[in-house]
């Protein structure tokens, strides 16, 4: 194992988790230095693998098994198969779980239990085990039977009732972000019961939900509702407390036009040249342009659209009004900012044809213990033999055993 450099250097997770919600969180845990241990059935491994095109080209240029998505959330995890469904297969989970601070997993409510893996199974013979289970809607309600996913997630919760066109179909978010949100809640869950466990010897299940998390992330809006009782409306790229904020066009394209208060919007009125916009008593505020929302915005786009993109971006940052451009996802990773912060990384790959694989790098930046970039989101099994050589002390002959029995 090539040892980590950063802060949870030392901090040892078990990993039962596919797809990316659990992915996300231990992905994260294992930048920041502890050891991920990803346990994956040895036929077909994480489900996330599977999910291509795109995959990683090979020399000539052909796809290899090693997919985009499964390589977005699995860096610098180890990665070990073992079949949960063999007796074997769990004793190996419990002795690995003697030198694991923490196990993740992603299984239906009662999935593990069926394996002698359910928390209540674990927790007297494992006492100080921090053990997070990321399920669709929790271990209680009326839904906690269901499988959940992404989408329903984002449908449920609201989020798809106020993303989109005023006038269009209820629209999911362009990413898994419902997944992804849960996994940001569950690393820091793991770091409060780790820091609980360390104070008092007592480890503790954690309980998150996809419903529970993206409920949460309604923010501003949930709460708007509320507290006034009047549901959000969709507002397409606008804010719904804040006008103006959202896509306006130019005479060549389109950019990002936000105004947080009503000094920059008289600086912006000034340079657009049109003054009297903010001293008209219907535009003056905030509160007055929320309430005029669609006449100022027309009076807006009507202004933005006769000059270039440049004319805006060039010109209002420096007074203050927030200008920025809406990138393509390609133009993303060729703005210097981006590039200057290492939010395009490369980590070398055996499959790839150039030996290379290019990810997108962690936004953490810490001064004294940098993120830890490792160990290459791993081939299925890659580090089977090495981890249980490593934790549990099998010597070549046990393993070809267990690999002979189908357990590796």
Not at 163 to 173: F, I, L, W
Not at 350 to 368: M, Q, R, V, Y
Request: proline residues 6%; glycine residues 10%.
């Amino acid at each position: 194992m090539i040892d980590a450099t950063g802060p949870l250097n030392g901090l040892k997770i078990l990993d039962l988790t596919r797809v990316l919600a659990g992915p996300t969180c231990t992905q994260l845990l294992a930048d920041l230095g502890a050891d991920v241990i990803k346990v994956e059935h040895p036929k077909g491994g994480d489900d996330s693998r599977k999910f291509g095109p795109p995959y990683v080209k090979d020399a000539d240029g052909n796809d290899t098994v090693e997919s985009a998505y499964f390589l977005a959330c699995n860096r610098n995890k180890r990665s070990v198969t073992l079949d949960l469904r063999n007796p074997e297969g769990t004793t190996i989970v419990k002795r690995l779980l003697k030198s694991c601070d923490a196990m993740v997993h992603n299984f239906k409510v009662g999935g593990l239990d069926k394996y002698g893996l359910g928390y209540d199974q674990l927790k007297d013979e494992f006492p100080g085990l921090v053990y997070c289970h990321i399920s669709g809607y929790g271990q209680n309600g009326p839904y906690k039977d269901r499988g959940g996913y992404d989408m329903q997630a984002q449908g449920m919760a609201g989020i798809m009732a106020i993303t989109g066109e005023a006038d269009g179909q209820p629209m999911k978010v362009g990413i898994g972000i419902a997944d992804m949100m849960c996994g940001m809640y569950a690393a820091p869950a793991i770091l409060a019961a780790l820091r609980h466990r360390d104070a008092t010897g007592e480890g503790q299940m954690i309980d998150l939900a996809l419903l529970d998390t993206t409920v949460a992330w309604l923010n501003y809006v949930g709460v708007s509702y509320l507290t006034s009782g009047e549901p959000s409306a969709r507002y397409g790229n606008g804010h719904p407390n804040i006008v103006p904020w959202e896509v306006f066009p130019s005479s060549d394209g389109y950019f990002i036009l936000a105004v947080g208060n009503d000094s920059q919007f008289k600086a912006f009125c000034d340079f657009a040249g049109a003054p009297e916009l903010a001293e008209d008593p219907d535009f003056e505020t905030n509160a007055q342009r929320v309430r005029n929302r669609v006449a100022i915005v027309n009076k807006i786009r009507e202004i933005t659209a006769k000059q270039p993109t440049s004319h805006w971006l060039d010109n209002l940052p420096g007074l203050g009004v927030v200008a920025s451009p809406a990138y393509t996802v390609p133009e993303v990773f060729e703005d210097p900012q981006v590039l200057a912060r290492g939010m395009k990384h490369e980590m070398d790959h055996p499959a790839s044809g150039t030996g290379k694989c290019t990810l997108i790098g962690n936004p953490i930046k810490l001064s004294g213990t940098p993120i830890d970039y490792r160990i290459t989101p791993p081939s299925l099994g890659q580090h089977t033999d090495e981890v249980l050589a490593e934790l549990l002390e099998l010597g070549a002959d046990e393993r070809q055993a267990l690999r002979d029995a189908n357990v590796i």
